[in-house]
């Protein structure tokens, strides 16, 4: 386990739920290498900011990356200590949120674009203790979230494969982050970002490598044992 400025997140998740028809231009249009970096350099200004993928050119990184800023809203659901989670109510507000989003069938030639908007989050290991009844009580007090997830409305992603890079913006997406895109886009030497964001404290261990060795055994041990 690591500490740092910001807690690495269990898993994350992205459920795409606008594609109820294929989407194309003006929904999804190329974007040049430039044009990618310029959106991705102010969108990870923003104080809400997800990246999927990984930005490292060796190893096994997989065939998309791409990313996303400013949530048309959020579900935080946090750590109480003994307190559940029904899972069903937590799912019904999700669709209940998406539920405005949803696209009509658009018969036009299936969009290119890796990744489209949706929900992008991250589920806290510790989400087990809440969803399990029988688990409640173990469950501890905590600082951050056990589910965190964000509707995202638009998307910027590269095909890693290809090279190509695209944005998909969804046809609700409100004006205000509308013309913020647009500005972005025109801000070709990155002259107007605003803030900045890194890693400023050093990631210490907060347990030592036998005591890691010993509770994966622990959690390997509970699971043969069903």
């Known amino acids: 386990s690591l500490s740092g400025q910001r ?13 109820g028809g294929n ?21 990870s200004c923003q104080d809400d900011f997800v990246f999927l993928g990984s930005p490292a050119n060796a190893g096994e990184r997989g065939s998309v990356q791409g990313f996303s800023s400013n949530a ?7 750590a109480t200590n003994g307190a559940g989670i029904d899972t ?13 989003y949803a696209t009509i069938h658009l018969e036009e030639p299936e969009h290119t674009s890796p990744f489209t908007g949706g929900w992008v989050g991250h589920i806290a290991y510790e989400f087990g203790y ?4 029988r688990l409640n009580q173990l469950q501890p007090e905590g600082q951050f ?8 409305l638009w998307f910027a992603s590269e095909d890693l494969e290809s090279g190509n890079c695209y944005l998909w913006v969804h046809p609700k997406l409100c004006d205000t982050e509308q013309e913020r895109l647009a500005n972005w886009l025109k801000d070709e030497d990155g002259s107007n970002r605003r ?7 050093t990631f210490k261990a907060t347990q030592s490598a036998s005591s890691f060795r010993n509770k994966v055994q622990q959690v390997r041990d509970y699971i043969e044992a069903g």
């Open 145 to 152: 979230p056990l589910l965190f997830a964000g509707l995202y």
């Open 195 to 201: 803030g900045s964001w890194d890693i400023r404290r």
């Open 72 to 78: 048309a809203d959020q579900v935080v659901l946090n």
């Open 23 to 43: 989407l194309a231009l003006p929904l999804c249009q190329p974007l040049s290498r430039k044009q990618y970096e310029i959106l991705c350099s102010h969108a």
């Open 7 to 19: 807690r690495l997140c269990a898993a994350c998740i992205i459920l795409p739920i606008f594609n």
């Open 88 to 100: 069903g109510v937590v799912a019904d507000r999700m669709g209940a949120i998406q539920g405005p």
């Open 130 to 133: 809440a969803r399990e009844p």
